[in-house]
């Protein structure tokens, strides 16, 4: 391939995923709006699904935060009753963020809701075209992964 057809193809790309993301927050929009969370806030949140209680590194690790930014995230959080700060039973040195049973709850509703609006969308897809969207998708994924790993952010 030549350098300037990569170029080409490197642009379109970055154009797309820039499209891609901010359509995939106006999706959300009205429903995080209607459960008075920021994006920011919803995404902290969604953090807890798949792992119960992280720590201040894991989660400013996981969203690409400095730990302050998430600080001042887990506070507001916890002022409205979502996630709770808990030590660890063996080392009360370390400190745990978890959600509150109201915070689980928002946490379930913002999955459903992000899986509706999904199955909106996929449903507007050709069939067998489906799976190519799910592989390409994970190939690029995987691909930005790596390249965070190398140090490229």
């Given amino acids: 391939m030549e350098p300037r057809q990569l170029d080409e193809i490197v642009r379109n790309v970055g154009d797309t995923i820039t499209d891609l993301v901010r359509t995939y927050y106006r999706l959300g929009r009205d429903k995080r709006s209607s459960l008075k969370v920021t994006n920011s806030q919803a995404q902290t949140l969604l953090s807890f699904a798949a792992q119960e209680k992280l720590t201040m590194n894991q ?7 400095s ?10 959080l916890a ?8 030590r660890d039973a063996t080392d009360r040195r370390l400190v745990f ?7 689980r ?8 809701s992000q899986r509706a609006h999904f199955a909106q969308v ?13 592989s ?8 930005m992964e790596d390249a965070l790993q190398r140090g490229a952010a």
């Fill in 59 to 65: 989660l400013s690790q996981r969203m690409g935060l």
């Fill in 79 to 86: 002022q409205r009753g979502l996630v709770e700060r808990v």
């Fill in 136 to 143: 390409s998708l994970e190939i690029l994924l995987k691909s």
């Fill in 67 to 76: 730990t302050s930014t998430m600080t001042r995230n887990i506070d507001n």
């Fill in 97 to 103: 963020v978890r959600p509150t049973a109201r915070g």
């Fill in 122 to 134: 996929m449903n507007s897809i050709p069939v067998d075209r489906r799976g190519e969207i799910q």
């Fill in 105 to 112: 709850e928002l946490v379930e509703d913002i999955i459903q």
